[in-house]
C-alpha cells in the first residue's frame, strides 16, 4: 500500500537521511519542505497555521514528520521569541493541520527536555525541568502535540545528533583539528551521540510497523561519553594529532546553560518496535565511511 508522507526540515540533517531512505522506497510518495525551500524542498512558514494547513490538504499524507526545529542552542537565549515560533507555535499548526486531515505525526525532540540532574539514563515519564530557552521550547512543543492529537502522534526524543549533511559537533572537530595543534573541550557533560541515519531508521520503524504506538520514545545511540570523550575517539578514528585537553563547564561559558548529564533510555523503543540500536562508537565508524564517500564523489 503506497504512503504517503510529509517531511518538514527536508534540508536538516535528519530530513536528508530520510531522503536517501525514502528515495529507495517504491512504496512511498514524500514531500519535504523547508522554510526557503531548494534542495529538492517546497517552501512552508510552519509558523504561519494556514499555510500548513493548505499544505497538509493539499498533498493529503498519512503520516508528517517534523524534523524542523530551532537548535541554535546559545543564539535562542537572547532570540527566545523566535525560537518558540518555530519549537512550539509550528509543532502547534502542524498538529492543528494534521488532526484535521487524519495524519499521523511524528514529531523530533531532544534530550535538553531534562535538567540533567540525574545519575541514570532518563526513562520517557522522568520528570521533566529544562535549562535553556531551546529545551523549554521544545517541552512546550511536545505537550502542545499531546494536548491536541495524543493518539496520533509519536514523539521521539534524540541527542547529540550528527550526519554528512549540515553542521554538527563530529564535523566542527575534524574542521578544528585540522586547524589547531591543540583544543579543549567539555569533559563534564555527558550524553549519547546518535547518527541521523539511525534516527532516520527509527522513524521509518515506526511508519512500517504494523501497529501504531502512540506516545514519548527515547531513540539515541547506545553506551554514553563526554564531549570530550567523543572528541577523542573522533580525532583517534582520523589519525588526527591536534592535543586534546579536558574542560569543565566552567572553563568553557555559554550564553545557554547545558544540562550535566542527559542519556537516554532507549528501552521504550527498542521493545515496541523491535529495534536494535548500534553502540555510538559503532556509528561513528559509519559516519566516517559515509563522508569518505561523500568527500571522494
Known amino acids: 500500500m503506497m504512503?504517503?508522507?510529509l517531511i518538514t526540515g527536508g534540508k536538516g540533517q535528519l530530513g536528508s537521511c530520510l531522503r536517501r531512505l525514502l528515495d529507495a522506497r517504491a512504496d512511498i510518495v514524500a514531500d519535504y519542505t523547508d522554510v526557503d525551500g531548494g534542495c529538492g524542498c517546497s517552501m512552508l512558514d510552519l509558523t504561519d497555521g494556514a499555510g500548513v494547513a493548505a499544505k497538509v490538504n493539499s498533498f493529503r499524507p498519512g503520516y508528517i514528520v517534523n524534523c524542523a526545529a530551532y537548535t541554535a542552542v546559545d543564539k535562542a537565549e537572547s532570540e527566545a521569541g523566535l525560537c518558540?515560533?518555530?519549537n512550539t507555535d509550528a509543532v502547534r499548526n502542524i498538529a492543528l493541520a494534521a488532526s484535521g486531515a487524519g495524519a499521523k505525526v511524528i514529531h523530533i525532540s531532544t534530550d535538553y527536555v531534562f535538567g540533567g540532574d540525574a545519575d541514570t539514563p532518563y526513562t520517557e515519564d522522568a520528570p521533566t525541568s529544562p535549562c535553556n530557552v531551546?529545551?523549554?521550547t521544545k517541552l512546550e512543543g511536545e505537550r502542545e502535540l499531546l494536548r491536541i492529537m495524543p493518539e496520533q502522534s509519536v514523539i521521539?526524543?534524540?541527542a547529540w545528533l550528527y550526519s554528512v549533511y549540515g553542521n554538527n559537533f563530529v564535523k566542527t572537530m575534524l574542521r578544528l583539528g585540522s586547524e589547531r595543534e591543540a583544543l579543549g573541550v567539555v569533559a563534564d557533560q555527558?550524553?549519547?551521540?546518535t547518527y541521523a541515519p539511525v534516527l532516520a531508521q527509527a522513524v521509518m520503524s515506526v511508519i512500517d510497523s504494523d501497529r501504531w504506538c502512540p506516545g514519548i520514545y527515547h531513540l539515541s545511540g547506545s553506551g554514553q561519553t563526554s564531549w570530550y570523550?567523543?572528541?577523542r575517539a573522533i580525532f583517534n578514528m582520523q589519525g588526527i594529532k591536534c592535543a586534546l585537553s579536558p574542560l569543565d563547564t566552567g572553563q568553557y561559558p555559554t550564553a545557554a546553560a547545558r544540562p550535566r548529564y542527559t542519556v537516554l533510555d532507549t528501552s521504550k523503543f527498542r521493545n515496541t518496535f523491535g529495534v536494535e540500536i548500534p553502540c555510538w562508537q559503532e556509528?561513528?565508524?559509519c559516519f566516517f565511511d559515509d563522508y569518505a564517500s561523500i568527500t571522494r564523489s
Open 84 to 86: 518558540r515560533k518555530v
Open 229 to 231: 570523550d567523543f572528541a
Open 3 to 5: 504512503k504517503r508522507i
Open 156 to 158: 521521539l526524543r534524540t
Open 190 to 193: 555527558f550524553g549519547s551521540p
Open 134 to 136: 531551546y529545551g523549554i
Open 283 to 285: 556509528s561513528l565508524a
